[in-house]
């Protein structure tokens, strides 16, 4: 069970825009700003969608978004596609000698 | 571009030691801006970090398998290994291997994964 509070699942129709949470701790989210976020189709290598809270590497589309306030780390995507729909999960620093995951999230595309 | 690929035996006996390997192209092991990591997710499950290793040989492992992990560096192939020891069904995962950026504390690229079942 992680420590890293995601909801288990969210939904939105085409076109619209959807928030995944991310809650952590003082220890952690509230602290440092290392938030990266993951997009996980199955079957597939997970892919790194944001990372340092609200960057984006490269290819990834504008349409995703990261944020921060207080111990919660959020990520937006804005006029959802199809092609969205996945597995989220948080990543944020949470010391030098450990990584840990956020429980995932399931995005649904209706 | 960095790629990694993980390889070794799809079948593992409970009671035996897993072993993976990820191989490296488009980029040196020996980095010294990078970690090397394993991840792994159970069916209908989230991800797990299993444990990390620096070009130094410095290691991180989860604390919840620690006592059954290694990993380990081979820089004359560009490769890591992952050895757990002592598998059970629960252990039946597809393992993932990865590059950590240090410095920006993120996996930025990923194996395909490989599943691993346990079972006799």
């Known amino acids: 069970q992680s420590a890293l509070t995601q909801p288990a699942s969210v939904s939105g129709s085409p076109g619209q825009s959807i928030t995944i949470s991310c809650t952590g701790t003082?220890?952690?989210?509230?602290?440092?700003?290392?938030v990266s976020w993951y997009q996980h189709h199955p079957g597939k290598a997970p892919k790194l969608m944001i990372y340092e809270v609200s960057k984006r590497p490269s290819g990834v589309s504008n349409r995703f978004s990261g944020s921060k306030s207080g111990n919660t780390a959020s990520l937006t995507i804005f006029g959802l596609q199809a092609e969205d729909e996945a597995d989220y999960y948080c990543?944020?620093?949470?010391?030098?000698?450990?990584?840990?995951f956020g429980g995932g999230t399931k995005l649904t595309v209706l | 571009q960095v790629q990694l690929q993980e390889s070794g035996p799809g079948l593992v006996k409970p009671s035996q030691t897993l072993s993976l390997t990820c191989t490296v192209s488009?980029?040196?092991?020996?980095?010294?801006?990078?970690?090397w990591s394993w991840i792994r997710q159970p069916a209908g499950k989230g991800l797990e970090w299993i444990g990390r290793i620096y070009t130094s040989g410095s290691t991180n492992y989860n604390p919840s398998l620690k006592s059954r992990v290694t990993v380990s560096l081979d820089t004359s192939k560009n490769q890591f290994s992952l050895n757990l020891s002592s598998v059970t069904a629960a252990d039946t995962a597809v393992y993932y291997c990865?590059?950590?950026?240090?410095?920006?504390?993120?996996?930025?690229?990923w194996g395909q994964g490989t599943l691993v079942t346990v079972s006799s």
């Open positions: 003082s220890s952690d989210v509230g602290t440092y700003n290392l």
């Open positions: 990865a590059r950590e950026d240090f410095s920006a504390w993120c996996l930025d690229h």
């Open positions: 990543c944020p620093y949470a010391g030098r000698s450990t990584v840990e």
């Open positions: 488009g980029g040196s092991i020996s980095s010294a801006s990078y970690y």
